[in-house]
């Protein structure tokens, strides 16, 4: 008979978390590379996943004038209804120098 024990395992999730949570920002780091930096923008769309990437695009563009964009990574996908309709909610990390 095996014996489940609970704080173990929390103790052992809340671990895994927070390495979780230090790969992805080492992960950042890393792509940010030496001087640039990294912002997180959103984007919707009733269109498309595409449609409201390019709108989180769009957003950093207008808001980082004279910048570079150099990469994104797709940190977060939603969606929600809107009169019956869905959409797409996107937020992209976007490194730039």
């Known amino acids: 008979m095996s014996m489940r024990i609970p704080l173990a395992e929390n103790l052992l999730s809340s671990a895994f978390v927070r390495f979780i949570s230090h ?19 959103w984007g ?27 990469w994104l990574e797709l940190a977060e996908v939603r969606g929600g209804f809107q009169d019956g309709k869905l959409q797409f909610q996107i937020a992209v990390r976007i490194g730039y120098a």
Do not use: C, W, Y
Not at 44 to 69: C, F, M, N, W, Y
């Open 44 to 70: 919707q769309s009733v269109e498309s996943s595409d449609a409201a990437i390019r709108e989180a695009v769009k957003a950093a563009h207008a808001a980082l004038p004279g910048k570079t964009l150099e």
């Open 23 to 41: 790969v992805s920002r080492l992960n950042m780091f890393i792509k940010s590379g030496s001087g640039g930096q990294m912002q997180l923008f």
